[in-house]
Each structure stands twice: as structure tokens, then as C-alpha cells.
């Protein structure tokens, strides 16, 4: 038991150390490069919104557990529960949309592997903390799917690293 307390601890804390410096590496490609060839504008819209939208759905779950009753907050907690999972198909989206731009250009540009992988990651200790945790399914259902998505993503951006196209180079 001791032994599952420690890996669940790690388990939480690394997630949120990673998750806390999870686009910097991207961040640091682009400021180096100079360019987001590669990257999708799209993804990156649909991944602001989402997060934006479960954050402020956290925020205002939270505020209102405090001062509403036991029937409001059965309704809001159904409309929370919706909220996370429109939030859940945007994030999806989000990452179909990188894949399309990776499959249109078959070339990985700018796209941070590292960044593709630390998302893996924390989406696996996820997986994990729940299981020990909570058992949620509809919370598992969520993390397995955005760790095959993110996983799908890094392979793909590996993949065209290696065997994509090469930038013209001008004489």
C-alpha cells in the first residue's frame, strides 16, 4: 500500500509539474525558428477554447457549489458535466487538426516533439490516478482517448521528421 501511495503522489505531482511547462519547449522552437511551419491554427484555436471553457466551467462549478442548493447544484452539475464534455470534443478536434496539417504538409515544420510527448505523459498519469483514484469511467474514457490522440500526434510528428519533406534549399 505504501508503495501505491508514493507512485500515486509521483503520479500527481509530475502531471502537474509538466503540466505546468508543457508548451515551453514549442514555445522555444518557435522563438528559435522563427516560423510555425508545421504548426496548425486551427488546433491551436480549438486547444484555447477548450481549455478556456473547462477552466471557466471549473471556476464557476466551484463558486456555485458554495451558495446553491442541492437541486441547483444537481443542475449544474449536469450543465459542468456537459461543459467537460464539449470541452473533451474540442480537444479532440483540436488534435485532428494538427494531425490534418502534419498529413496535408508531410512535413512536422516547427511541431515540438517534446511537447507532443510531455501531453502523452500527463495523460497517462492521468489514466493511472483515476484507476487508483476514482475508477471514473467517463474521466478514463476522456484520458485514453486524449492519450491515443497526443500519442498519434508525436508519432506522427517523428514520422515526418524522418521522412518527410525537406525544405528547398535557395542557392
Given amino acids: 500500500m505504501m508503495q501505491s501511495d508514493t507512485l500515486l503522489h509521483v503520479a500527481n505531482v509530475s502531471t502537474l509539474l509538466v503540466c505546468m ?3 515551453f519547449p514549442q514555445i522555444f522552437v518557435l522563438l528559435r525558428a522563427k516560423s510555425t511551419t508545421g504548426l496548425s491554427i486551427k488546433s491551436l484555436v480549438l486547444e484555447l477554447i477548450g481549455a478556456k471553457g473547462l477552466c471557466c466551467g471549473t471556476l ?10 442541492t437541486r441547483r447544484q444537481l443542475t449544474w452539475n449536469i450543465q ?3 461543459l467537460k464534455n464539449l470541452c473533451t470534443f474540442i480537444s479532440a478536434a483540436s488534435k485532428f487538426a494538427q494531425l490534418q496539417c502534419l498529413w496535408r504538409s508531410k512535413d512536422a515544420g516547427q ?3 517534446l511537447t507532443w510527448a510531455l ?4 495523460c497517462m ?3 493511472y490516478t483515476t484507476v487508483v483514484t476514482t475508477g471514473d ?3 478514463l474514457v476522456r484520458f485514453i482517448a486524449m492519450t491515443l490522440l497526443n500519442l498519434w500526434v508525436l508519432l506522427s510528428v517523428l ?4 521522412h518527410g519533406c525537406s525544405p528547398i534549399k535557395e542557392d
Fill in 21 to 23: 511547462v508543457l508548451k
Fill in 60 to 69: 464557476c462549478s466551484l463558486h456555485t457549489r458554495c451558495i446553491m442548493t
Fill in 80 to 82: 459542468f458535466s456537459l
Fill in 111 to 113: 511541431v515540438s516533439a
Fill in 119 to 122: 501531453a502523452t505523459y500527463t
Fill in 125 to 127: 498519469t492521468r489514466i
Fill in 137 to 139: 469511467m467517463q474521466v
Fill in 159 to 162: 514520422y515526418y521528421r524522418r
